[in-house]
């Protein structure tokens, strides 16, 4: 499995904006950039995912770099229910990657 | 809509005892897949299933294994436990196989096993 690289941790104020970012330089060309969050004593939660355009739901935006080897999470108006550890996966197509492979995230603590 | 379920939520067993969580999916959807999360760790794949048969697997002994019903729910079984199997073990459902690969899974709130 290609492999993801975050920052253990971040910090930031509620109300502010977030940019969580994670590098994939090995991402093949059918890999798709997902991102999960986990609040505390909960399982996991999708957020967004895209291929290689920026991509925007009502939860987060996605910035994707041209070359796919680095993605940004972005949270527009980090709210203390936004503290959670977000994860950065890489999903192969239909038929060759059914599993999730998890590192171990970013901690975001949100400060009010 | 109900989520994912997972029953029990806590649960303490000794060493070399068997313990057995169960799972029932999303509404609709048919594949179960199970992840084991030690503390500060992501979760790691254990096993899905489909069509009542184990697809994949990742890298965890024999002693665990699992099963699918035909109603889609699941059970995840451990053998002989160690204290290394103390963990949050997490279900996970998605809907039937579609195209673009981009199918997300749902998770449950997991099973929190203690061996001591």
């Known amino acids: 499995d290609a492999k993801t690289t975050q920052p253990n941790s971040m910090e930031s104020n509620e109300e502010e904006p977030v940019h969580l970012p994670c590098n994939h330089s090995t991402i093949s060309g059918t890999d798709y950039i997902h991102w999960y969050r986990q609040l505390p004593s909960q399982g996991p939660e999708y957020v967004i995912h895209g291929l290689t355009s920026n991509v925007n739901n009502r939860m987060a935006s996605l910035a994707i770099a041209e070359d796919r080897k680095s993605s940004t999470l972005i949270l527009h108006r980090a709210t203390l229910r936004d503290a959670a550890v977000y994860y950065c996966i890489l999903r192969g197509r239909l038929g060759s990657n059914y599993k999730l492979t998890f590192g171990k995230g970013t901690l975001l603590t949100v400060n009010p | 809509d109900a989520g994912v379920t997972q029953s029990p939520t806590h649960l303490i067993k000794t060493r070399g005892q068997q313990v057995t969580l169960r799972c029932s999916p999303k509404s609709g959807h048919d594949t179960v897949s199970w992840y084991q999360q030690a503390l500060g760790q992501g979760p790691q794949f254990i096993f899905q299933y489909y069509e009542e048969e184990e697809r994949q697997r990742g890298n965890f002994p024999d002693r665990f294994s699992g099963h699918q019903f035909p109603n889609y729910s699941s059970e995840l079984n451990v053998n002989a436990l160690l204290l290394g199997d103390s963990a949050l073990y997490l279900c996970?459902?998605?809907?039937?196989?579609?195209?673009?690969?981009?199918?997300?899974?749902?998770f449950g709130p997991g099973t929190r096993l203690l061996v001591l």
């Open positions: 996970a459902s998605r809907k039937p196989r579609t195209s673009g690969g981009t199918e997300t899974q749902y």
